[in-house]
């Protein structure tokens, strides 16, 4: 009933507003002295100039609008029904001989009816926010943006809803907006003076409004922030913005994720429509980190159906429920099931049948693989590898891809071994493929079925901001228990990429080892330059609003079959170019023979092994494995 008023409201106002442009059009014309001839056909006129209008405007929904939230594209509306309707006047002017109507009357009463009808709308918004918000306010935390851009317009009309917060001034880094205003709030400097302006305007925080900016130019205003001793907030990012996920007035701490954000990815969203559009596509270990962000990353491109393969029940649990609210039209099957199960495999292959694979199931913790879990850590990366492989190819999978790591490069522990062999299990398995099984395996009980289709593809990458057992998480945790912060060795340094970037690489490098006949090739990440954990931890404290003298750093000594850098390839191989300026391709050495393949199908199939028969074994699998005692410093 109030919307039904409120539109009968608008309606009769835009017809009063075209009787009145009619009319005044009139009197300008004459100068106000309008002669007794035209004063009647000017009345006459109203008769159907109005329903003329009136009919225009119920076509265009120019009444729709909210005049509280007017904007320019209601003005487009408005001008373009009265100047359609002008012409319709003009037309049945001359047309049907209606009166003796003054040209210059059907030129000025649009221009008229435009100014009125806008006018009272903008003004009716002024009014509104003024009431809302008021003049200049002096209540409220006073606060400082950085960037002067679209963000921060949109952010400043925000918080004028909010008591909290009185913004007292901008600074951006482009030398035409210094001494500006947006909404009254002038930019008053670049982002390096911000303990400048902090002191002088007794300001406690600040909000960096950069959301489409340059990850380094947003460092650069959080370090000099937090330097300063200003907390420091954010905006959404983004990606979140144009999701329409988040607001812009949704703050939050600036965190090391965004300090070490990188560039945003750029995908060839064509080609991965047409790779997982409409398609079957399975994910293993689809509740971990990675597996969980390329099962979002993959309903983007609506495949036909998602099938999440996850071991633990209640992480399968999460990510069903999370996809039941943000992805309700994705069509999704939740499996349990052991990647080592070969029975499981291929019951779940069989009914689905998937088209394309991402194998993101392993376990990755590497102190905690190195001693006494060794043999699983083995069975699970690489049995378990071997064991989805081989179902895919039994199963008339497209492409297949395996997620790998840095620490599958000159190995130094048993995790990042395992990844290395599983690498060469999936070029043995498309050698194989590529020139014809041996007659003696293409019988074996493992192989009945299989087709050479299959295209294998690798992708190896560097450690991930805020997965699951990651250095960042650890470092929160400890400071938020007051510390100490501890570091494993002064010098030791890490990739990092954010997990959304890790998976849509993920899929681009997939899309591209799909485009490659030969298929596999393993793709090396762009990781960016490598990031010190000390400087980390010193720069999540810092942005923990405290000191080095309140969260002390301990440093406890390598763990065992820690290196103190990753690398992203292996001795002997050679890299080239790829289209994706952040993706290149890994030549890498010979993987398994097929007698080789068969050779570690039977050990993993075998009894338990112990520790050093396991390492033993993997530094004759990968001679450039050298397994290192534990270290204490």
């Given amino acids: 009933m109030k919307m039904l008023f409120r539109n009968v409201v608008i309606v009769a106002h835009d017809l009063i507003a075209v009787a009145l442009s009619w009319m005044l059009a009139y009197w300008l014309r004459f100068n106000l002295d309008l002669p007794e001839p035209y004063y009647h056909g000017m009345l006459s006129g109203l008769m159907w100039v109005v329903p003329l209008h009136a009919s225009v405007f119920l076509v265009l929904g120019v009444h729709r609008g909210m005049w509280r939230y007017v904007s320019v594209k209601d003005l487009q509306r408005i001008v373009l029904g009265v100047v359609l309707a002008a012409a319709l006047v003009g037309a049945s002017v001359f047309m049907f001989q209606l009166g003796d109507v003054p040209r210059s009357v059907l030129i000025l009463q649009p221009l008229l009816l435009i100014m009125t009808m806008g006018g009272t709308r903008f003004g009716y918004r002024a009014w509104r926010e003024h009431q809302l918000y008021g003049g200049v306010r002096l209540d409220g935390e006073p606060v400082l943006i950085l960037g002067a851009g ?196 291929d019951q779940v292959f069989a009914q689905y049948r998937p088209e394309v694979v991402f194998h993101a199931a392993a376990y990755k913790h590497v102190p905690m693989m190195e001693n006494e879990n060794a043999w699983e850590a083995v069975r699970n990366n690489v049995l378990g590898t071997l064991r989805v492989a081989e179902a895919a190819q039994r199963h008339d999978v497209v492409e297949f891809v395996f997620i790998s790591t840095d620490k599958a490069v000159n190995p130094t522990n048993v995790m990042g071994t395992t990844k290395r062999i599983a690498e060469m299990v999936c070029q043995a398995l498309q050698n ?18 299989f087709s050479p289709t299959t295209r294998f593809v690798m992708v190896r990458f560097g450690n991930v901001l805020g997965s699951n057992g990651s250095v960042i998480p650890k470092f ?68 923990s609003g405290l000191t080095e003298e309140d969260i002390k750093i301990v440093f406890t000594g390598l763990r065992p079959g820690e290196k103190l850098f990753e690398e992203l390839l292996a001795d002997g191989e050679q890299t080239l170019p790829t289209p994706h300026p952040k993706l290149r391709i890994a030549r890498a050495q010979p993987g398994l023979s097929a007698d080789e393949l068969e050779a570690l199908r039977a050990w993993l199939e075998g009894p338990p092994q112990d520790e050093p028969t396991v390492k033993q074994r993997l530094s004759e699998l990968v001679p450039e494995y050298r397994p290192q005692p534990s270290l204490s410093a």
């Fill in 150 to 345: 679209d963000a921060a317009m949109m952010l400043l009309r925000e918080l004028k809803r909010s008591e909290e917060w009185r913004v007292v001034g901008m600074l951006d880094d482009e030398g035409g907006k210094r001494g500006r205003s947006i909404d009254s709030v002038k930019v008053l400097g670049d982002l390096d003076e911000v303990a400048v302006h902090a002191a002088r305007l007794q300001v406690k925080k600040v909000i960096i409004a950069m959301p489409s900016a340059l990850a380094g130019v947003r460092r650069r205003a959080a370090e000099a922030a937090a330097a300063a001793g200003l907390s420091v907030l954010t905006v959404p990012a983004i990606d979140d913005l144009l999701s329409g996920r988040v607001s812009i007035s949704q703050l939050r701490k600036v965190e090391m994720e965004d300090l070490l954000g990188r560039e945003v990815v750029k995908l060839d969203t064509e080609g991965l429509h047409h790779l997982l559009g409409g398609r079957t596509v399975l994910v293993t270990g689809a509740g971990g980190s990675i597996g969980s962000e390329l099962a979002r990353q993959i309903a983007r491109f609506e495949p036909r159906r998602l099938v999440l393969f996850e071991q633990s029940e209640f992480a399968l649990f999460q990510i069903e429920q999370e996809f039941a609210r943000q992805f309700p039209h994705t069509p999704i099957a939740c499996a349990v099931g052991d990647v080592k199960d070969a029975a499981r495999i």
């Fill in 476 to 543: 929160r945790e400890q400071i938020a228990r007051g510390g100490p912060v501890t570091v494993t060795h002064p010098d030791i340094v890490r990739f990092f990429m954010s997990i959304p970037e890790a998976a849509q690489l993920v899929l681009q490098a997939g899309l591209m080892g799909g485009q490659d006949k030969a298929g596999g090739n393993i793709f090396v990440l762009d990781m960016g330059e490598p990031v010190k954990i000390t400087d980390l931890a010193r720069d999540m404290i810092r942005l």
């Fill in 432 to 449: 194989d493929a590529a020139v014809g099984l041996k007659p003696d395996l293409q019988e074996s009980p493992g192989r009945s079925g």
